[in-house]
Each structure stands twice: as structure tokens, then as C-alpha cells.
Nanobody, 122 residues
């Protein structure tokens, strides 16, 4: 089992920055790929970013603005978000998974956090 707890969400103005964090406990977190997903009101959960074996992956809408990183010594993964836009407003979820498949797919992940709200005002 891996437990994930997100933090760092909040309200920020457009073009501002925010860093959300995910603290992991349980099994060896470094064995898992980590991902961030988001869900806006009335929309499906969508892939944002992932990190696996040192490689990083982003959805097109956040490339150049968001950066995913991890600190295995701290069992943590981060999402640095710059140049935020109102359309980035959503609940952001951290996820962990391992095995075959695409890290862009929610089905790849075995464990999920409860989410943290990010609101970007215009």
C-alpha cells in the first residue's frame, strides 16, 4: 500500500505560480512512477504530468509552464506551476503506479491522493 497526501493548493491570480506537493508513505515510493491529474467541475479527470525512471511527461496544455519533480529521499513528488491560467483551475490529484502501460492513463495508477484545490482567478 502507498498512501498519498497532497498539499499546497490555493488561490492564485492569473500568471502567478504555485507548487503542489505530494507526500507518500508505505511501500518504497521510488519503485513507483508518479503522476499528477486534475479534474475541473463538470469535466473528466485529465492527465497533467508524470515522472518515471527519470523521464518526464506532460500534457500539451502545460508544457513549458509546469514542471514535475520528485525527491525519493523525502518520498515526495512536486508539481511546480508557473504562468497559471484560469483554465488550470481544478482539483489536482497525485497518483502512484508501476508496471506496463502508459503513464498518461489513469488506469496505470494503483494509488491516489484525495486531491488539492487550485483556483486561478482572472
Amino acid at each position: 500500500q502507498v498512501q498519498l497526501v497532497e498539499s499546497g493548493g490555493g488561490l492564485v491570480q492569473a500568471w502567478g505560480s504555485l507548487r503542489v506537493s505530494c507526500a507518500a508513505s508505505g511501500r518504497t515510493f521510488s519503485d513507483y512512477a508518479a503522476g499528477w491529474f486534475r479534474q475541473a467541475p463538470g469535466k473528466e479527470r485529465e492527465f497533467v504530468a508524470a515522472i518515471r525512471w527519470g523521464g518526464t511527461y506532460y500534457t500539451d496544455s502545460v508544457k513549458g509552464r509546469f514542471t514535475i519533480s520528485r525527491d525519493n529521499a523525502k518520498n515526495a513528488v512536486y508539481l511546480q506551476m508557473n504562468s497559471l491560467k484560469p483554465e488550470d483551475t481544478a482539483v489536482y490529484y497525485c497518483a502512484a503506479g508501476r508496471g506496463a502501460g502508459s503513464v498518461r492513463s489513469a488506469g496505470f495508477y494503483d494509488y491516489w491522493g484525495q486531491g488539492t484545490q487550485v483556483t486561478v482567478s482572472s
